[in-house]
């Protein structure tokens, strides 16, 4: 079984930063990729990033330059650093492994507020 724990979220003002850390438990060798999504009120949950076990990354375009991915496989840890935030990065955020085999898992979601 595995479990995620999301850290970091919280309030702050345009222009901001914020961490977020994601936390992993159980087995979690032959993973394809660790992420983070958002989902902001009224709309879809959507992706933010992701880093693969290659070290490759990808984004969202409305985040780039401004977030980065990254993750430490000692402790099984996945960041998200967001700096320069907009009211419109609020959302709650969720992060997101996957497996070579396409089994997936989700945490709990962590609220992250930016005020104008």
């Known amino acids: 079984q595995v479990r995620l724990v999301e850290s970091g979220g919280g309030l702050v003002q345009a222009g901001g930063s914020l961490r977020l850390s994601c936390a992993a438990s159980g087995t979690i060798f032959s993973l394809n990729y660790m992420g983070w999504y958002r989902q902001a009120p009224g709309k879809q949950r959507e992706l933010v990033a992701r880093?693969?076990?290659?070290?490759?990354?990808n984004y969202a375009d409305s985040v780039k330059g401004r977030f980065t991915i990254s993750r430490d496989n000692a402790k099984n840890t996945v960041y998200l650093q967001m700096n320069s935030l907009k009211p419109e990065d609020t959302a709650v955020y969720y992060c997101?492994?996957?497996?070579?085999?396409?089994?997936?898992?989700w945490g709990q979601g962590t609220q992250v507020t930016v005020s104008s």
């Open positions: 997101n492994i996957r497996y070579y085999s396409g089994v997936e898992y």
């Open positions: 880093i693969f076990s290659s070290g490759s990354t």
